[in-house]
């Protein structure tokens, strides 16, 4: 690891990686600093991603890797716990040091951050172990795994009835799990018994499994309800908290009533509130699946080296006129 690249990627997925493979196409010297925890990292495969369906995210990670490697980029394994702006080099006032957990301080001239977001799971005992395999969040990154199967639906937010319907297409044997009938309105459970939607009202106590495979739900009642995949949705979280000493502007993203919070403020290029940092993925798209992530970045990579064209170009001509 050099002291000082053109570009520093922070996070190292889908979002980072296709940042830092424009940028190294691009000659730019590139440091990736990725702390190993992609958000979908539970999940068997990665779906609805062309040419390569259903590769493992671990395996989709080291192809990754591996290309960018091959134009120069450097990854690294570790998290960056804190970023601040530099004064750059005089002509181009634009420059950033971020420091690793390591100890390491390194400078760039430009950052991308791509450090995703992560999901905070509804607190039911026995669900977050199945996170990502017995339970899903996502119809069109596990649905067509558990079609035709029977399928619970965990209604804690109100996005919950969304994801009954969503479900819903994919089998007719689904069930929602209401813990509190305020969010949901009679036109809702209309909707539910027109479409064969059993409904079952009260807390969930806990999600349960043989030790790899969910097999259920228990209810406060007592009942055990036998399943093979129960939808449950997270709240999502930009993971931003580290950058605070950039001021970077975030606002919180709805679909519907659901909030995923703190998603970083980006132009259609990824250029943030701050000049000279760029965001892609989850960490600015929260709703955005790995494919939409990858464009994001790939958008971002390339805005950045335009950028630094023009840096370079202002150097230059200071130079050229101070001969
Ligand atoms: C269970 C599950 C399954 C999913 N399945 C699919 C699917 O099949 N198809 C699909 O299209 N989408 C799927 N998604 C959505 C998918 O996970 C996201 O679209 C994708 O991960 C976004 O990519 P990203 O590069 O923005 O962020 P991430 O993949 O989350 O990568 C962010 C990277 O940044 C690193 N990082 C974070 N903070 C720091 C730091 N401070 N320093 C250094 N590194 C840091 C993390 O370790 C991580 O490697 C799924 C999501 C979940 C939760």
Redesign the pocket.
């Known amino acids: 690891m050099r002291d000082h690249y053109d570009v520093i990627v ?7 990686l296709s940042a830092a493979l424009v940028l190294g196409r691009s000659r730019r010297s590139v440091l990736v ?8 990292a ?2 068997a ?5 062309l040419g390569r369906e259903g590769a493992s995210p671990a395996a989709l990670g080291a192809v990754g890797r591996d290309e960018v490697a091959a134009y120069g980029v450097e990854v690294t394994t ?4 804190a970023a601040s702006a530099t004064d750059g080099d005089g002509v181009d006032p634009v420059g950033f040091s971020v420091s690793l957990e390591s100890g390491a301080v390194v400078t760039a001239r430009r950052l991308v951050v ?4 992560r ?1 905070v799971l509804p607190e039911v005992p026995g669900l977050a172990e199945q ?2 395999r017995g339970v899903v ?2 119809p069109f ?1 596990h649905g067509w795994e558990i079609r035709d199967q029977r399928i619970g639906v965990l209604v804690t937010s109100p996005i919950g009835a969304h994801q009954v319907l969503m479900f819903r297409a994919l089998s007719e044997d689904v069930t929602a799990f209401v813990t509190d009938l305020a969010l949901v309105d009679d036109t809702t459970l209309d909707g539910f018994a027109a479409r064969g939607v059993a409904v079952v009202t009260g807390p969930v106590t806990s999600v349960v499994s043989d030790g790899e495979r969910l097999t259920g739900v228990s209810l406060a009642s007592g009942e055990f309800v036998a399943l093979d995949a129960l939808a449950a949705a997270s709240t999502v979280e930009a ?1 931003v908290g ?1 950058l605070a000493g950039l001021g970077l502007e975030a606002t919180d993203q709805f679909m519907g009533d659901h909030r995923f919070a703190g998603a970083l403020t980006v132009d259609g290029a990824g250029q943030t509130s701050v000049r000279g940092v760029y965001a ?4 600015a798209a929260p709703m ?4 939409a ?1 990858a464009a994001a970045g790939t958008q971002a990579g390339a805005a950045l080296h335009g950028d630094l064209v023009q840096a370079d170009l202002a150097v230059a001509l200071a130079a050229r006129a101070a001969a």
């Open positions: 922070i996070g190292g997925a889908a979002a980072g600093v990725d702390s190993g925890e992609p958000r979908n539970r999940a495969g990665v779906h609805n991603y570790g998290r960056i716990v791509a450090s995703g977001a999901d996170w990502g969040h996502c990154c993971q580290f892609a993925g989850n960490v955005a699946t790995v494919i992530s």
